[in-house]
């Protein structure tokens, strides 16, 4: 005869341990894939300086400018009213580059350090992402593989405060027409080509000021 008792001792035994719930796969870069994606991101017969089958304004086609004194060289700046990234050269000079930037608040001005970079990053969106715009953002919760068509596009620098990774990125998009604008969720976003051809350039440990978009720009043409 089974006893109340027993019933409960079995039924715990049967059912305690919780049921996982269904497991997803991390996000992937496949590298040996990364070749290919660099050909299909960089135009035929690229050259960074006249390029633009993008069609946006020639001004943020990559350039060589006089920079502004005392900017250490390595170090990247981010004029928020011009929409230019300005990565310094030795010898006073800076490379700079068209970039878009965030909308609205999400826009972070400030002083980081890039403590990793990534080709053909992964990409999950963050919490508050998801939760700002489920919509666009929830189907990805889990994350989405690198490739052409990944937000990140073909690289990432990551930006950070001491050692706390603040989820913002100077990366590549597959959205070029949007340079020039305000549209990401909080990254700045460059041509992927372009981004290409200036990760090689930029060190860990440089830093990333980005500056408030009433601050004036760091660099002259």
Known sequence: ??????????????????????????????????????????????????????GFHPRFLPQVVEA????????????????????????????????????????????YVIRRKTKWPTWTPTAAMIERDPAAYAKHEEGMDAGPTNPLGSRALYLYVGNRDTYLRIHGTPQPRSIGTRA????????MAHIIGLYDQVATGSAAILYAPEDGATARS
Not at 184 to 191: E, I, L, P
Request: include cysteine.
């Open 1 to 54: 005869m089974l006893t109340r008792r027993h019933f409960i001792q079995t039924t715990g035994a049967l059912f305690s341990v919780p049921i996982a719930g269904p497991a997803f796969a991390a996000p992937t870069s496949n590298s040996s894939k990364w070749a290919d994606w660099d050909a299909r991101v960089t135009p035929a017969n690229y050259d960074p300086y006249a390029s633009n089958p993008w």
């Open 68 to 111: 502004n004194r005392n900017l250490t060289p390595g170090d990247i700046h981010v004029d928020a009213v011009a929409r230019y990234l300005y990565h310094i050269q030795e010898g006073g000079t800076a490379m700079r580059y068209g970039v878009a930037i965030a909308k609205g608040n999400l826009y972070e001005p400030g002083a």
């Open 184 to 191: 990401s969720s909080g990254c700045v976003r460059m041509v």
